[in-house]
C-alpha cells in the first residue's frame, strides 16, 4: 500500500510547485495573472530570508513497486504579525490532486491532462484545487496509486497548524472565495471563524499604477 509523506518543499521541487499554480490560475480563468516564475520562486523561497515557506505532498509507493514517489499537492505559508495577537501564519495556497483527495483509486498510469472538478478548500487567489498529474522524475506522467482514505489536504492543515503553534503563533488564516460555500462549511467545521460574517471585515490590496501613485514612483 502506498502511503503519503507530508515534507518541507526543496529548492528543486520549485518547477513542479509553480506548475500547480498555473494549472490553478487556468482552473480560475486568470492564467494571465500568474507573473512568477521558476527564478522567482526559488530566489523568494530558498533564499537566505525566504519570503514563505512550502509543504509539500507526496504518494510514495510500497517496497518492491517499480515507479518513484509522485507529488500530488503542496501548501504554502507565510508569517503575518498581528498588532492585536501577535504572530500570525497565513496559508496563501493548497492544492491536492483529484485522484488523492477520496477513499482508494484504480491502478495504472494516464497522460497528464486538465481536471475540470469542483475545487473541495478554495483558498484566496490560491485555492484547494486539482493538479495536473505529475511524477517528481517525469512531469507529464504520473502512476495513480491505491491509497485509502489519506485525507492528503487535511493532512496538509495541519501540518501547517503545528508549524503555527511551533513558531508561537496565535492564529492561522486564510481566505476563500466567496462562491464557494464548501469550502466556507468545511473551515467552520473544523472550528475556524468565518471573519466577514462575525466582524465585517473586507479584504484589499493596492496594485501596479496605485502602488506607484502611493508610493509617488
Request: with cysteine; glycine share 10%; charged share 25%.
Amino acid at each position: 500500500m502506498a502511503s503519503v509523506l507530508i515534507r518541507e518543499a526543496k529548492e528543486g521541487d520549485c518547477g513542479n510547485i509553480l506548475r500547480m499554480i498555473r494549472e490553478l490560475a487556468e482552473y480560475e480563468k486568470l492564467s494571465d495573472q500568474v507573473k512568477i516564475s521558476e527564478e522567482a520562486l526559488r530566489a523568494d523561497g530558498f533564499g537566505e530570508n525566504p519570503f514563505f515557506h512550502c509543504l509539500v505532498a507526496e504518494i510514495l509507493p510500497a517496497p518492491g513497486e517499480p515507479q518513484g514517489s509522485c507529488m500530488v499537492g503542496y501548501g504554502l505559508y507565510y508569517f503575518i504579525y498581528s498588532t492585536w495577537t501577535g504572530r500570525n501564519i497565513y496559508l496563501e495556497d493548497i492544492y491536492v490532486k483529484p485522484e488523492y483527495r477520496g477513499t482508494g483509486q484504480d491502478w495504472g498510469g494516464k497522460k497528464s491532462s486538465p481536471h475540470r472538478l469542483p475545487h473541495l478548500l478554495p483558498l484566496n487567489r490560491s485555492l484547494w484545487s486539482f493538479l495536473i498529474p505529475f511524477s517528481s522524475d517525469n512531469p507529464s506522467f504520473c502512476f495513480f496509486l491505491p491509497t485509502s482514505g489519506q485525507g492528503i489536504g487535511s493532512k496538509i492543515i495541519k501540518k501547517v497548524a503545528e508549524v503555527a503553534l511551533d513558531k508561537g503563533c496565535s492564529q492561522f488564516r486564510l481566505a476563500v472565495l466567496d462562491w464557494n460555500k464548501k469550502a466556507m462549511d468545511l473551515y467552520k467545521a473544523l472550528g475556524a471563524r468565518d471573519l466577514t460574517e462575525a466582524e465585517g471585515w473586507h479584504s484589499f490590496r493596492f496594485e501596479g499604477e496605485a502602488m506607484r501613485e502611493l508610493a509617488g514612483k
